[in-house]
């Protein structure tokens, strides 16, 4: 069965640095959202993203954030300069243009950690 | 604004007895509504969704959830909890833009 895949699982990185966060989702899907789930608390929504541009984004998503699809599988979260408070599970999402467009499929997420 | 809540956010259970997961919604317009698990270390896995249709809706691992506009509520359900259904669990309503707004979680921990 098809999934969707994130890497790294585990990215531990000093603040102030650039992460990147890398999701290969399902091969047919053209939305694709990020979210992220702070230890203990909901998962919550910061992006969408279809037809090479944003669709949607949450008050999270500053200008700290950006996403891209630099070729024809991968889709990545880049946060430009961490901060403590950036530490949480990260998960990518896709979902396929059809009927089931409301269905998305979520990879098993990356977690982050700033120290 | 959407809203999801979830009332619970521990549940204990013996295996083997029923299992009801409480989720109430707020949403202007026919809600589609989703039930998510999440086992230690792995990501959310999609249990069932509701768009429309019979309001009683059935997914994978026995488990079912039925959808009472009256109430706003979709909660989950299991007649049969096994051990391996110890994991957290996420009800979530789709919002118009296309994002997912989730419920705060709960923690299903199964005793023997």
């Known amino acids: 069965e098809p999934e969707v895949t994130q890497t790294p699982s585990h990215q531990v990185t000093q603040m102030g640095q650039e992460v990147i966060l890398r999701c290969v989702p399902i091969s047919n899907h053209l939305y694709f959202y990020w979210y992220r789930q702070i230890l203990g608390q909901k998962v919550e929504f910061l992006v969408s993203?279809?037809?090479?541009?944003?669709?949607?984004k949450s008050e999270i998503f500053d200008d700290q954030f950006s996403v891209e699809r630099p070729d024809g599988s991968n889709f990545t979260l880049k946060i430009r300069s961490t901060k403590l408070e950036d530490s949480a599970m990260y998960f990518c999402?896709?979902?396929?243009?059809?009927?089931?467009?409301?269905?998305?499929?979520f990879g098993p997420g990356t977690r982050l950690t700033v120290t | 604004a959407q809203s999801v809540t979830q009332p619970d956010i521990h549940i204990t259970v013996s295996e083997g007895a029923s299992l009801e997961l409480r989720c109430n919604y707020s949403y202007g317009a026919t809600p589609y509504l989703f039930w998510y698990v999440q086992s230690p270390g792995q990501g959310l896995q999609l249990l069932l969704k509701?768009?429309?249709?019979?309001?009683l809706v059935q997914g994978i691992k026995g488990f079912e959830a039925e959808f009472k506009r009256s109430q706003s509520s979709f909660n989950l359900r299991k007649p049969s909890v096994h051990w391996s259904d110890a994991a957290e669990y996420f009800c979530a309503v789709w919002n118009q833009g296309g994002k997912l707004i989730f419920g705060q979680g709960t923690e299903l921990s199964v005793k023997p």
């Open positions: 999402a896709s979902s396929e243009v059809s009927g089931n467009s409301y269905e998305q499929y």
């Open positions: 993203f279809y037809n090479n541009e944003i669709s949607e």
């Open positions: 509701y768009f429309s249709g019979d309001t």
